[in-house]
Each structure stands twice: as structure tokens, then as C-alpha cells.
């Protein structure tokens, strides 16, 4: 249960681990939009409990989130 958010000049951000997705693939999403609601699915284990997995990658490459969030 994730989404994939392609920001253009080949920035994306990936949101996982969510129980219910608002949005649907092709949607087009403005800043401050709702698109999913938090949840604990995947590969979790032990008591991190509901949280969100969150991704920057440039080019394909996973970078690190502060450097990717000042730019979009």
C-alpha cells in the first residue's frame, strides 16, 4: 500500500506502509493534499506500530529526505 508522487526533473517520493490510499495512479495532487492515511502493512514488525515510510529519489537514486524536501 504505497504511492509514488513524480514531482518532475526527476524527483519522486514514495509513501508506504499506509491503510487506505485516497488517490488513484494518474492523479494529479496539489500540496497539502490528503492522499493516504497512515498504517502499519508490509514487512513491519515488533511495536513500530502505525507510522508512514517515506522516500526521496533523484534519478532513480534514494537520496536523503532534507536534501529532497527543500526542492519541492
Known sequence: NYIII???DGYK???AHNEVLYVE???QVVKGQQIAKMG???RVY???GIHLHYECIANGEKINPHTCMAKL
Do not use: K, S
Request: cysteine-free; proline content about 0%.
Open 6 to 8: 513524480n514531482h518532475g
Open 13 to 15: 517520493t514514495l509513501y
Open 25 to 27: 495512479e494518474g492523479a
Open 40 to 42: 502499519n502493512t508490509g
Open 46 to 48: 515488533g511495536a513500530t
